[in-house]
């Protein structure tokens, strides 16, 4: 994410927050009860994005480790590609070769 990203995410949370408070208002709440909802409201989104955050780092989803495990991929197909038919028939007889020996 670039800084800007970061600063319009801010800004876009703290007008939901006034939002929020706003409506409250008009929903009939004074003024107190508003601004302990509307926090609840923001402190309850704040939580609920923590823990995507955090399931997807348990489970490895998160843009840094997706954009490696391309990369690597990419670079295995590449080499992949590079090989002449002999070196791909050799790699493939020892691929064959070490599967016999597992069994």
Excluded: C, H
């Amino acid at each position: 994410m670039r800084r800007i990203d970061i600063i319009g995410i801010g800004i876009g949370v703290f007008a939901a927050g006034g939002i929020a408070y706003f409506l409250l208002l008009v929903a009939g709440l004074d003024s107190l009860e508003a601004g302990i909802w509307s926090q609840v409201f923001l402190v309850g989104g704040l939580v609920g994005w923590l823990l995507t955050y955090l399931f997807r780092v348990g489970t490895k989803r998160m843009t840094y480790n997706q954009q490696l495990k391309d990369y690597e991929e990419a670079v295995l197909q590449k080499r992949l590609e590079e090989l002449t038919p002999e070196e791909l028939a050799q790699m493939q007889a020892e691929i064959e070769r070490e599967n016999k020996l597992k069994k």
